[in-house]
């Protein structure tokens, strides 16, 4: 497509429930991220995908967060039993060999 | 690994004033560095990039930043700022050692607050 396209746009989900939440990136682009922004704060890494190599996972807060990036493309942040602390935009990040970030809107994802 | 230092929080600045907003980075190889902003409740935007070249880079709605290796930063500068500039400001680097990106690194973001 022509930009990162993330899913839901916004989530809504009770505390304890498990969510997904889909980016698909610019294609051709071997680099995704994903980041959270708390309200009125800055980005917060939480993992780094790049070609085939191991992620870097090193961002993630809790065994509760993992993620996937299946085939080098679509990727899939999974949050388990949802906490109020989790409530955050999301987002997803692509980029090429020069590093260039282009990011989706987010998700934004609200646990009551 | 790299770093990035964003020393404003927040900076106020009255309409058609100049503005600098400061990034230093650390890193101990070669570097890529950007400024991105983020519009009240949009996402992020690239403002501009240095990846090699001119250390002088010139970006979108009257930007630049200029590259000083030697002092490790990447300042953001417009000469006369209007309203519709007030957001968020993240500065961010990459290591350039291999010819492709390394992880990005953002720093804390600088909120600028353009007043009349």
């Given at each position: 497509?022509?930009g990162v396209s993330q899913s839901p746009s916004n989530?809504?989900?009770?505390?304890?429930?498990?969510?997904?939440?889909?980016c698909?990136?610019?294609?051709?682009?071997?680099?995704?991220?994903?980041?959270?922004?708390?309200?009125?704060?800055?980005?917060?890494?939480?993992?780094?995908?790049?070609?085939?190599?191991?992620?870097?996972?090193?961002?993630?807060?809790?065994?509760?967060?993992?993620?996937?990036?299946?085939?080098?493309?679509?990727?899939?942040?999974?949050?388990?039993?949802?906490?109020?602390?989790?409530?955050?935009v999301y987002l997803c990040a692509?980029?090429?060999?020069?590093?260039?970030?282009f990011f989706g809107q987010g998700t934004r994802?609200?646990?009551? | 690994?790299?770093?990035?230092?964003?020393?404003?929080?927040?900076?106020?600045?009255?309409?058609?004033?100049?503005?600098?907003?400061?990034?230093?980075?650390?890193?101990?190889?070669?570097?890529?560095?950007?400024?991105?902003?983020q519009?009240?409740n949009q996402g992020l935007q690239?403002?501009?990039?240095?990846?090699?070249?001119?250390?002088?880079?010139?970006?979108?709605?009257?930007?630049?930043?200029?590259?000083?290796?030697?002092?490790?930063?990447?300042?953001?500068?417009?000469?006369?700022?209007?309203?519709?500039?007030?957001?968020?400001?993240?500065?961010?680097?990459?290591?350039?050692?291999?010819?492709?990106?390394?992880?990005?690194?953002?720093?804390?973001?600088?909120?600028?607050?353009?007043?009349?």
């Amino acid at each position: 497509g022509a930009g990162v396209s993330q899913s839901p746009s916004n989530k809504v989900t009770e505390k304890g429930k498990d969510v997904e939440l889909r980016c698909d990136p610019i294609s051709g682009h071997t680099a995704l991220y994903w980041y959270r922004q708390s309200l009125g704060q800055g980005l917060e890494f939480l993992i780094y995908f790049q070609g085939n190599s191991a992620p870097d996972k090193s961002g993630l807060p809790s065994d509760r967060f993992s993620a996937e990036r299946t085939g080098g493309s679509v990727s899939t942040l999974t949050i388990q039993r949802t906490q109020q602390e989790d409530s955050a935009v999301y987002l997803c990040a692509s980029s090429s060999y020069s590093g260039v970030a282009f990011f989706g809107q987010g998700t934004r994802l609200t646990v009551v | 690994a790299q770093s990035v230092t964003q020393l404003d929080s927040q900076v106020p600045v009255f309409e058609e004033a100049p503005v600098e907003l400061r990034c230093n980075y650390s890193s101990s190889v070669s570097v890529y560095l950007f400024w991105y902003v983020q519009y009240p409740n949009q996402g992020l935007q690239l403002l501009l990039k240095y990846l090699s070249g001119s250390t002088l880079v010139k970006g979108i709605n009257g930007f630049e930043a200029e590259f000083n290796k030697s002092q490790t930063s990447f300042h953001l500068r417009k000469p006369s700022v209007h309203i519709s500039d007030t957001a968020e400001y993240f500065c961010a680097v990459s290591a350039s050692s291999t010819g492709t990106a390394s992880k990005l690194t953002f720093g804390t973001g600088t909120r600028l607050q353009v007043t009349l």
